[in-house]
C-alpha cells in the first residue's frame, strides 16, 4: 500500500480558504485519493475522492498533478465546524473489502 | 436510512476483563470491518467480515475475536483487557462489491 504523508496540524480562521496537502510518492496506478474527516469522538466521514485532475464535490476540492504523487484538498471558506482530523488514504476502489489504512492525519484549527 | 450503530457508546473494564461491542451494519452493507483508535492516532485495522467468516486481519492478538451475523451484525470481543486496549472502537460497514465505507460513532473503551 502507497504510503502517505500529511502535516501533522493546520490553523485557519473563519472565511480562509485551507489547502492540505498529502504525499504518496509510491502510488499505484490503480490506486485512488480518498479524504476523510473526523470529528472528536466520530468515526471517519468520506469528503472526496479521486483519480487524476481537479474533483469537485459541494464540500471540497481535490486537485491532483499529473504525476500523482501529492494530492491536495482544498476547503473554501471554513468555518469553526471545519475544525477537525483530515485523513488522506490510497488505494484501488475494486471492492467495499479493503483493508483501510490510515495515517495520523493532519488536524485542522480554524479559529473565529 | 439508519447508518451504522454501534453499542454500548461508553465502556469502563478492569484490567483482565472481558468485552464485547456491537455493530449493526448500515442498510444494504454486507461487509464489517473493526477499527482501533487510540488517543491522537488514526484508526487501526483489526479485522473484517464477510459472510459470517473472518477475511482479513490486521496487526492485533488473538485477544482480539469477532463474530459476523446473519443479518450482517457484528460484534468484537476482547480478552484479557490490557490498560493499553484503551482506545475508541470503531465498526465500518460496506458492499462488498462496491468501494464506499460508512463508520459508526465508536465505543470509547476505558481499561483501569
Known amino acids: 500500500l502507497a504510503k502517505t504523508t500529511q502535516p501533522i496540524s493546520m490553523d485557519s480562521y473563519e472565511g480562509q480558504e485551507v489547502n492540505i496537502t498529502c504525499s504518496h510518492n509510491?502510488?499505484?496506478?490503480?490506486?485512488?485519493i480518498t479524504w476523510y474527516q473526523q470529528f472528536p469522538s466520530q468515526g471517519p466521514r468520506f469528503i472526496i475522492q479521486?483519480?487524476?485532475t481537479k474533483v469537485t464535490n459541494e464540500v471540497a476540492s481535490l486537485f491532483i498533478p499529473a504525476d500523482r504523487k501529492s494530492s491536495t484538498l482544498s476547503l473554501p471558506r471554513v468555518s469553526l465546524s471545519d475544525t477537525a482530523v483530515y485523513y488522506c488514504?490510497?488505494?484501488?476502489?475494486?471492492?467495499?473489502?479493503?483493508?483501510?489504512?490510515f495515517g495520523s492525519g493532519t488536524r485542522l484549527q480554524v479559529q473565529p | 436510512d439508519a447508518g451504522v450503530t454501534q453499542s454500548p457508546t461508553h465502556l469502563i473494564k478492569t484490567r483482565g476483563q472481558q468485552v464485547t461491542l456491537r455493530c449493526s451494519p448500515k442498510?444494504?452493507?454486507?461487509?464489517v470491518s473493526w477499527y482501533q483508535q487510540a488517543l491522537g492516532q488514526g484508526p487501526q485495522f483489526i479485522f473484517q467480515?464477510?459472510?459470517?467468516?473472518?477475511?482479513q486481519r490486521g496487526n492485533f492478538p488473538d485477544r482480539f475475536s469477532g463474530h459476523q451475523f446473519p443479518n450482517y451484525s457484528s460484534e468484537l470481543n476482547v480478552n484479557a483487557l490490557l490498560l493499553g486496549d484503551s482506545a475508541l472502537y470503531l465498526c465500518?460497514?460496506?458492499?462488498?462489491?462496491?468501494?464506499?465505507?460508512?463508520f459508526g460513532s465508536g465505543t470509547r473503551l476505558t481499561v483501569v
Open positions: 465500518a460497514s460496506s458492499r462488498s462489491s462496491n468501494y464506499g465505507y460508512t
Open positions: 509510491n502510488i499505484a496506478t490503480n490506486d485512488y
Open positions: 479521486g483519480y487524476k
Open positions: 488514504l490510497v488505494g484501488d476502489m475494486e471492492t467495499g473489502r479493503r483493508a483501510l489504512t
Open positions: 442498510s444494504g452493507h454486507d461487509t
Open positions: 467480515y464477510y459472510e459470517e467468516e473472518e477475511r
